[in-house]
Antibody
Framework: EVQLVESGGGLVQPGRSLKLSCAAS????????MAWVRQAPTKGLEWVAS????????YYRDSVKGRFTISRDNAKSTLYLQMDSLRSEDTATYYC???????????WGQGVMVTVS | EIVLTQSPTTMAASPGEKVTITCRAS?????MHWYQQKPGASPKPWIY???KLASGVPNRFSGSGSGTSYSLTISSMETEDTATYYC?????????FGSGTKLEIK
């Protein structure tokens, strides 16, 4: 069974940093592109960043470029999101997501809440 | 960045009624994908590659479209279909989502 379990969320002050982790199991992690998607309270879904299978290619939405860093450790089957210079508008539930062919999401984690205040 | 515009934003349908949700892209896209989300839960993949149903999705759902216009259709609304539906596309190494359509039962 595919499982994606996020951790590392919490309450943080503006300008501070936070690092999210996503532990993957039930599939060969290194074979899949991965992504982070967020959802602000009562709002819609918003893609944050994606990373290729080997980690060599990373992509970000404009509003987080230069502040967030997506990375992965294939040996540990873990995806990360380093979030620096956090802003109030980054407050959201962050979902870890698997991209089977790089362009859609076939598995989502349960989400982790990040509150910047 | 390609912008996806969903319509309607909210709607209510009676049991057995046919429902159509539309997603229009600001530029042509190759495929459209759809997700269902219920309150307090993670989104679920629902339709991928425009018309393929994800695992476990009832066959009263269907997807269609091409270019800049796509749709999700429910042939006969059921209570369990109450949810918010999002369309999503990928292009130029960027994913974008529509703003969602909240579907309720009358």
């Amino acid at each position: 069974e595919v499982q994606l379990v996020e951790s590392g969320g919490g309450l943080v002050q503006p300008g501070r940093s936070l690092k999210l982790s996503c532990a993957a199991s039930g599939f060969t992690f290194s074979n899949y592109d991965m992504a982070w998607v967020r959802q602000a309270p009562t709002k819609g879904l918003e893609w944050v960043a994606s990373i290729s299978t080997g980690g060599g290619n990373t992509y970000y939405r404009d509003s987080v470029k230069g502040r967030f860093t997506i990375s992965r450790d294939n040996a540990k089957s873990t995806l990360y999101l380093q979030m620096d210079s956090l802003r109030s508008e980054d407050t959201a539930t962050y979902y870890c997501a698997r991209l089977p062919w790089g362009d859609w999401i076939d598995y989502w984690g349960q989400g982790v809440m990040v509150t910047v205040s | 960045e390609i912008v996806l515009t969903q319509s309607p934003t909210t709607m209510a349908a009676s049991p057995g009624e046919k429902v159509t949700i539309t997603c229009r892209a600001s530029s042509s896209v190759s495929y459209m994908h759809w997700y269902q989300q219920k309150p307090g839960a993670s989104p679920k993949p629902w339709i991928y590659d425009t018309s393929k149903l994800a695992s476990g999705v009832p066959n009263r759902f269907s997807g269609s479209g091409s270019g800049t216009s796509y749709s999700l259709t429910i042939s006969s609304m059921e209570t369990e279909d109450t949810a918010t539906y999002y369309c999503q596309q990928w292009s130029s190494n960027s994913l974008t989502f529509g703003s969602g359509t909240k579907l309720e039962i009358k």
